[in-house]
């Protein structure tokens, strides 16, 4: 059977992914030595997540790895195994694909690079042959040249730290090390993930593939792509429509200039296409296109969390008054309003702040309102709860410098305030549900990040999306509202 | 004498700043009290800064602050007091301007807030009440509503983790937390500077004259300033073009649109001023726009490192395929070039790979290289080396993921890889004098941030700049380029 004919089988829904591809009761990692290599690195990174499956490391020189007795070939180990991990240089790999067929796989990951992204012919005829010896045996291959699956509900991963409960998030990229960041950042920030997928140079299992799959995974709400290039335009196109007409897609092209597009084909054999193509496309589908994986993450903070703002009228309120004043630049450069309270809710405010502060001196008590100096909860809920009552407003803002905050030091009696100011924060929105970020910035010091980490659970915790620069929160939430106008619920 | 009689004798020369303005041998903090308050916090700062004068504290209540005498009234002073830092009501403020007169200082500094930045008249008629005592006593005054000066050379600083060493950068900004936050990060990021003002809302020092005074400061080789307004337009124009004809100046300016306009004036009484103008001027003198601290920091690192691109052909190279390809969709973005080695250098290159490493899989061996799995600093040094000599590039730039250098965990053997890099990268450095800069990006975890910071260090104390995002990086660049190519040497 030739290539173009397996794709077609494809293509035409006779081999889809299905929840089998991610759901595995057995794994093998073949190249896995006892001496630390990558192949033992992924057998401890699976049993640290774990992987709810039988773990079988295969290795010809035998041995043992953190308990577990080393195979020296696939076919020794007892039983079916589901899922494999080849670590073992390419040669050897197009036998794997048979052997681990042999052995009922359904999936065979490639760690194993040297393929069609080294743009040597061997390297071409070498992935060529993989994929025929796949498509003989039935066996789905993921990359090559990829770090394989994640998926939380079974226990699979690729790196251990990544987070040990699931989410709506699907998520897929062609690079290993932008995987890893991605999951790792929008991890910390709150995002959980349904599936994500490390898939390489894409020979067999592709893009398009499993973003087909993600249109109807009910465990899928939100689908991010990592992509340097794809093979089928025409399926891709068709593909998107319905997956960007079903759930948010936010997609990050790489490659997008001469010069990525020849780093894309060195890195996973792609052929990068033309960006005006790419930006028309992810125009005309409504795909939300974002330029690096902080502003991805970012993205993927300002659509996980609850509370979408409505419309345009921003209430930005916080410490500092030359962050205030851009703050309130980037917000209003980027299209939305900062109206000013309504006179009877502003006489509220002032009086608030007579009640709470002995002066008004060094605050600003319109918008965007620089609160510093109000040293008590109450004082802040008040302040707060006056700006949520207004109806003035579709979103409340908080804006937070933290290294400010333990101003002259790292460490004084102010660095007290932003937790007084997080938890007033909290409490109003508790009380009034009225749509709320929160952006942490400004820190420059190991100490400011532990602080920073625990404002930033406690506000996750209570559902509210917290960001870590000014311009990038603005950049998601202008994305955000123009996404959720093009998307009406 | 009248206010506009007193701005004519600024303008015309009659009392400009000069070095006494900076150099103080006594400081009275006014209204520090034992229990701890914003004047206790100053005595602690200008103690823990290693202030090289005299200390005085001054409030009615009397007292001991961490171990000198609290003056119940300034007159109480012992000899002559050079610098005043006011933390007292605003309307016991104009009596203190008389009484700082009388004991001979030069520059009283108002952390007073509640002048004319409040939008009441009597906040404008304290300001001008104020201006009037100054000008009267032959007193400067800094602010109201500021934090004042940084003077590394003798002591006198704003936050006790200020750098303690001084070096070329001079910075003036009108907001208080901006210019810890930007002197805290730029520091940490190796900037040294020669002055720092916190100004406030100008009512007597105007950027102007901050910016007058530095066109010939032999300190300083750099002028940075947060600006939100400014009073004398015609005045401005001419000490900027005079002042970036002589050194690089960046310029933030605050309050650039209608909504941060409100801001500004709400927060430091400014009028904001039109933002076409602002861009017109800005780009007429040649000054750098930034729009955010960050991007100011980026600048300050680019320009105060030696080693800067005379052309615009880069290599890029470094850790992670992914990031290499956005790396290079950037820098291309930007109006860089990523030529190939030419084919002889080329040919070295696959040599110096195939004698340090079993196989170029999973590497990227063009231009942006991704050479991760050169395991050996020999290895590492041969590939840096061969682009380095090449000629082929103008500008040497490396990039490390920090978040995947420890894959699959925050903590395994891999993790010693960047360090190694590093190694490598400084000894080819040392050797050739390329210009470099490092790029140490994607951190996620506090053990990352303290290994990023060690790398950071070392790199910095070898005279490379880092930038701790790609984006941000490469706008850096850009403006370092297009700034020497405007000012030849």
């Known amino acids: 059977m030739s290539?173009?004919?397996?794709?077609?089988?494809?293509?035409?829904?006779?081999?889809?992914?299905?929840?089998?591809?991610?759901?595995?009761?057995?794994?093998?990692?073949?190249?896995?030595?006892?001496d630390y290599n990558m192949g033992h690195a992924f057998v401890q990174c699976l049993q640290d997540s774990g992987f709810r499956g039988r773990l079988y490391p295969v290795n010809p020189a035998g041995g043992e790895i953190r308990g577990l007795p080393v195979y020296r070939r696939l076919s020794d180990i007892p039983g079916r195994v589901d899922y494999v991990i080849s670590c073992i240089p390419a040669r050897l790999t197009p036998q794997l694909v048979r052997d681990s067929a042999a052995k009922g796989a359904r999936v065979v990951s490639?760690?194993?690079?040297?393929?069609?992204?080294?743009?040597?012919?061997?390297?071409?005829?070498?992935?060529?042959?993989?994929?025929?010896?796949?498509?003989?045996?039935?066996v789905r291959l993921l990359g090559p040249n990829c770090l394989g699956l994640y998926c939380p509900e079974t226990g699979l991963s690729f790196a251990a730290d990544f987070p040990k409960d699931k989410g709506g998030v699907a998520?897929?990229?062609?690079?290993?090390?932008?995987?890893?960041?991605?999951?790792?950042?929008?991890?910390?920030?709150?995002?959980?993930?349904?599936k994500a997928v490390s898939y390489g140079n894409a020979c067999d299992v592709s893009e398009c593939d499993l973003m087909e799959y993600f249109i109807t995974d009910s465990d899928t709400t939100m689908v991010a792509a990592y992509i340097e290039g794809i093979r089928d335009a025409r399926r891709f196109r068709r593909v998107l429509q319905r997956l960007a007409a079903a759930k948010p897609v936010i997609i990050l092209k790489g490659g997008s200039t001469p010069g990525g597009a020849v780093a894309a084909s060195s890195h996973t054999g792609s052929l990068a296409g033309?960006?005006?193509s790419w930006e028309g496309l992810l125009r005309q589908t409504r795909a939300i296109r974002v330029h690096d994986l902080d502003e991805m993450a970012d993205m993927l903070v300002a659509l996980s969390f609850p509370g979408h703002p409505r419309g345009r009228r921003v209430a930005v309120f916080g410490s500092n008054g030359g962050f205030s004043v851009l703050t309130a630049d980037d917000f209003i450069r980027a299209g939305f309003e900062l109206p000013q309270l309504d006179p009877p809710w502003q006489q509220r405010l002032h009086e608030a702040v007579a009640r709470f502060s002995r002066s008004d001196a060094g605050m600003i008590l319109k918008n965007p309102f620089d609160i510093t100096n109000i040293a008590s909860?109450?004082?802040?809920?008040?302040?707060?709860k006056t700006m949520a009552d207004s109806g003035?407003?579709?979103?409340?803002?908080?804006?937070?410098?933290?290294s400010n905050s333990g101003w002259p030091f790292v460490d004084s009696p102010f660095t007290a305030w932003p937790g007084i100011f997080v938890d007033a924060l909290l409490a109003v929105h508790r009380e009034t549900g009225r749509p709320t970020a929160v952006i942490l910035h400004s820190i420059t010091h190991p100490v400011e990040l532990e602080r920073f980490g625990a404002l930033q659970q406690k506000c996750q915790s209570a559902g509210l999306p917290?960001?870590?620069?000014?311009?990038?929160?603005?950049?998601?939430?202008?994305?955000?509202?123009?996404?959720?106008?093009?998307h009406p619920a």
Chains 1, 2 share one sequence.
């Open 392 to 402: 003035c407003f579709d979103l409340m803002v908080a804006q937070l410098s933290i």
């Open 274 to 276: 033309q960006d005006e």
């Open 110 to 138: 490639f760690f194993t690079a040297g393929y069609s992204e080294s743009g040597r012919r061997e390297g071409r005829e070498m992935e060529d042959e993989l994929l025929r010896a796949a498509r003989a045996a039935g």
């Open 377 to 384: 909860a109450e004082g802040l809920q008040a302040a707060m």
């Open 171 to 194: 998520f897929i990229a062609q690079s290993g090390g932008n995987s890893i960041y991605l999951i790792r950042t929008a991890g910390r920030r709150g995002v959980r993930f349904s």
């Open 3 to 34: 290539i173009g004919a397996a794709r077609y089988i494809i293509d035409t829904g006779l081999s889809k992914i299905d929840d089998s591809f991610f759901r595995h009761s057995s794994a093998a990692i073949v190249g896995a030595s006892s």
């Open 466 to 486: 917290v960001y870590d620069s000014i311009p990038r929160a603005v950049l998601a939430l202008d994305r955000l509202v123009r996404h959720n106008a093009n």
